[in-house]
């Protein structure tokens, strides 16, 4: 099970671009990284998902270096409301939910 | 739609009381877990299911029992509660047909006190 490493927190003024970089050493091949928004009282929601360069959606862009060891979580112009715990995940959902395992997350708080 | 939709929301036990959490998913998934999130921690997984009929321990499984009657319901039994399992309960859900690796969905939670 391949474990990650995230900074416990990070402050950030609104309007600015955060980067949350996720170390993951151990990462096995089939292995995918997804990103994971929590706010105070509220179950986790999916944010973006990815397995190697980078994916953009909506909410956020994810970019996954060639040996895949790290990668970022990049959320642009952030505004009062993105403050919440991110957690990031490296696994494989195929092949059992024990690889849903969430560590401590890091804690983005937005100031005006 | 309504998702994954847990019960219920909130609870106060008394130490040695028994009780049993619902979650309901309505989207067909084969995967379900129960986790529990102390204060200012990481969710941390209690027991999952692969699929109607199958039970798995996860991380933290002591205390708790889980069954799976029916693919849409994910129970969560606690036979005698302590004070340490006071938490807020999480239950997921997610899908796994077509090889795909997917997202999970979370229930709102449910905020379990035992004094």
């Given at each position: ?112 | ?61 002591d205390?708790?029992?889980?069954s ?21 309960y ?19 939670g ?6």
């Amino acid at each position: 099970l391949a474990k990650t490493t995230q900074p416990i927190s990070m402050d950030s003024y609104e309007g600015q671009e955060v980067n949350i970089t996720c170390s993951h050493n151990n990462i096995a091949t089939n292995d995918y990284i997804t990103w994971y928004q929590q706010f105070p009282s509220q179950g986790p929601r999916f944010i973006i998902q990815g397995y190697k360069t980078k994916v953009t959606n909506e909410v956020a862009s994810l970019f996954i270096p060639a040996d895949r060891k790290s990668s970022t979580l990049s959320l642009p112009r952030v505004s009062l409301s993105d403050t919440a715990v991110y957690y990031c995940l490296v696994g494989d959902l195929r092949t059992g939910a024990n690889n849903l395992f969430f560590g401590t997350g890091t804690r983005l708080t937005v100031i005006p | 739609n309504a998702g994954v939709t847990q019960t219920p929301k909130f609870r106060v036990l008394k130490t040695g009381q028994s009780m049993t959490l619902l979650c309901a998913q309505d989207m067909n998934h084969e995967y379900m877990y129960w986790y529990r999130q102390d204060p200012g921690m990481g969710l941390r997984l209690i027991h999952y299911s692969v699929g109607e009929g199958t039970t798995a321990k996860g991380e933290v499984p002591d205390g708790y029992n889980v069954s799976r009657l029916k693919k849409q319901n994910f129970l969560l039994g606690l036979e005698s509660a302590a004070p340490s399992q006071t938490s807020v309960y999480f239950c997921a859900s997610s899908s796994h047909r077509d090889n795909q690796n997917t997202e999970a969905f979370f229930g709102q939670g449910t905020r379990l006190t035992v004094v």
